[in-house]
């Protein structure tokens, strides 16, 4: 499998305060890599750093095959991000939305076009397509906003607690477009507080206090911390954690 993100101990300090302290991991491409650890873990920092949005202090690492310090826009260019938040303009009609955001990821006219039909008709929103999206249930938002960050077809997807809020049918629709994102090839890279969740992943890494603390699937992790679900995996990391939001 072809190495997406690589990572040698890659630090961001702010001050005396270290929020991500030399982790070192590698996500292949058409993964689902779970990225858990409770609030103050550290792993928005580390993401942003991922992103090319912050710049590490220390350390090494390759994001689509590109260089963390030297070639942060082209990365920027490979990925899909969708945030807690949805990404989304809730003042622009569901088209307006898939049309900007593709022009910000540099597709043509053409090619927004197409993508915009192909979009709304695989979603089931051709009705909805001239809504504005703050008019749209929660988790019809949330399955654009997904499908959206994918919409240029990126090496790598980052979502952030992208689930927050929505019910549990919905929860594994959303997932559902996961599996199929994942199985185009595309790497899925996520941050969740829910611990079912994890279970979905091809494997997870446990961050506490900066420090990726365990890495593995989900079936290893619990047999080695002899648990029964990764609630448990994740009581017994997190339970010697200092430090929270």
């Known amino acids: 499998m072809d190495t997406v993100i690589h990572t040698v101990n890659l630090t961001k300090r702010f001050g005396d305060f270290i929020a991500a302290n030399e982790i070192t991991f590698d996500v292949y491409q058409g993964e689902i890599f779970g990225f858990l650890g409770a609030n103050g873990a550290g792993k928005t920092t580390a993401m942003r750093m ?3 949005l912050s ?4 350390g090494t690492a390759t994001i689509a095959g590109f260089d963390i310090y030297k070639e942060t826009e082209k990365i920027k260019k490979n990925i899909g991000y969708m945030s807690q938040k949805f990404s989304l303009y809730e003042d622009l009609t569901v088209l307006e939305n898939i049309r900007f955001i593709g022009g910000i990821y540099g597709l043509s006219d053409k090619q927004i076009k ?4 192909q979009l709304v008709e695989t979603l089931g929103m051709k009705g909805e397509a001239k809504k504005m999206v703050g008019a749209l249930p929660l988790g019809w938002k949330q399955k654009l906003a997904f499908s959206v960050a994918i919409l240029h077809e990126p090496k790598i997807v980052f979502l952030d607690e992208p689930t ?6 919905t929860r594994r629709q959303f997932w ?3 599996y199929e994102a994942a199985g185009n090839g595309i ?8 611990m079912d969740e994890a279970e979905y992943c091809n494997r997870i890494s446990m961050m506490v206090d900066g420090e990726i603390k365990a890495l593995d699937t989900p079936a290893k992790l619990k047999q080695q911390y002899s648990a029964i679900s990764m609630d448990e995996v994740f ?11």
């Open 176 to 178: 559902d477009l996961i």
């Open 235 to 245: 009581y017994e990391l997190a339970r010697g954690a200092k430090r929270s939001e």
């Open 55 to 58: 710049t590490p202090s220390s």
């Open 164 to 169: 927050g809020g929505v019910d549990p049918v």
């Open 187 to 194: 790497t899925v890279f996520v941050t969740t507080h829910y």
């Open 114 to 117: 197409e993508k915009s039909g």
């Open 50 to 52: 991922l992103c090319g």
